[in-house]
C-alpha cells in the first residue's frame, strides 16, 4: 500500500467508562457522534436544524 492517510480523527473526548466523541471524516468534512460503554456502542453522524449533515 502507499502513504498511509488518516480518514478519521477524533475531533472532541469526552467520558472515561462512558464515553463519547466526535470523529471528523477527513475527506467529507462530516462530523459524527461516537459513544460507547463497556461493550456496546453506536455511530450517528450530527445534523443540523434542518436535518442535513455538518460539515466542517
Known sequence: MGK???RFVWQ???G???ESRIIVDTETGVNYLF???GYAGGLTP???ANG???VT
Do not use: Q, R
Open 4 to 6: 498511509e492517510s488518516k
Open 12 to 14: 472532541e473526548s469526552e
Open 16 to 18: 472515561f467508562l462512558k
Open 35 to 37: 459513544v460507547h460503554e
Open 46 to 48: 450530527l445534523l443540523d
Open 52 to 54: 442535513k449533515p455538518i
